[in-house]
């Protein structure tokens, strides 16, 4: 079974701090995905990669960066950490395919900004 | 936004009941698929339809698709207790090897003992 793996479940940290999430998973998928979930509007792409070192951005990449220099590792980065900023953050992963695969998705970390 | 809309947002049935949702789009698509996420944790993936099949059934599960009006629905029937979560349908749109999904908002399901 694919294993998504998330550093933290609970996250606070404070207005301006630089932020870093993690994400590791272990079934040599290529593709890999940042989500935030907000009550009401639902999971909404920040930023996904394909392959080691490339990147694209999603449908709400302000303030946020992300990071793959190994294929199993997928970092978002919060650059200056604001109130809105607070959400749950979900991480996924695919394999690499035209069919458009299942994604497979770590257990999310919740995120407050003070 | 190519977002997918689930409807009703919110459902709250007896056990043993069947539960329907469904889900519309607004774009031809690759495939849809259904994914569930109990409080507190992430999405799990259910069942996936390609844009070529009409209904597909796996265990308690039944999803249909009518691509003519880009609309799909997801039956549970029999339900149980453990039912009880979001559920949340994603279009593939294109030939792509990104696999980037479009995620609705989801159906709050409750399934009261």
């Known amino acids: 079974d694919v294993k998504v793996t998330q550093s933290s479940r609970y996250l606070v940290k404070r207005t301006g701090e630089k932020v870093f999430l993690e994400c590791v998973q272990d079934?040599?998928?290529?593709?890999m995905f940042w989500y935030r979930q907000d009550p009401g509007l639902g999971l909404r792409l920040i930023y996904f990669?394909?392959?080691?070192?490339?990147?694209e951005k999603g449908d709400i990449p302000e303030g946020y960066s992300v990071s793959r220099e190994k294929k199993e590792r997928f970092s978002l980065i919060l650059e200056s950490a604001s109130t809105n900023q607070t959400s749950m953050y979900l991480c996924a992963s695919s394999l690499r395919g035209g069919n458009h695969q299942p994604q497979h998705f770590g257990d999310g970390t919740r995120l407050s900004i003070l | 936004s190519q977002q997918g809309e689930e409807d009703p947002q919110a459902l709250s049935i007896q056990e043993g009941e069947n539960a329907t949702m469904n889900c519309s789009y607004k774009?031809?698509?690759?495939?849809l698929q259904w994914y569930r996420q109990n409080s507190g944790r992430g999405l799990v993936h259910l069942i996936l339809i390609r844009s070529n099949e009409r209904e597909k059934h796996s265990g308690r599960l039944r999803v249909t698709l009518d691509t003519s009006k880009k609309s799909s629905s997801l039956l549970i029937t029999a339900s149980r207790a453990a039912d009880t979560a979001s559920y949340f349908c994603a279009t593939a749109h294109g030939s792509s090897n990104t696999g980037k999904l479009i995620f609705g908002q989801g159906t709050t399901l409750q399934v009261k003992p």
């Open positions: 990669s394909y392959d080691v070192k490339m990147k």
């Open positions: 774009t031809s698509i690759n495939n």
């Open positions: 079934m040599d998928h290529e593709n």
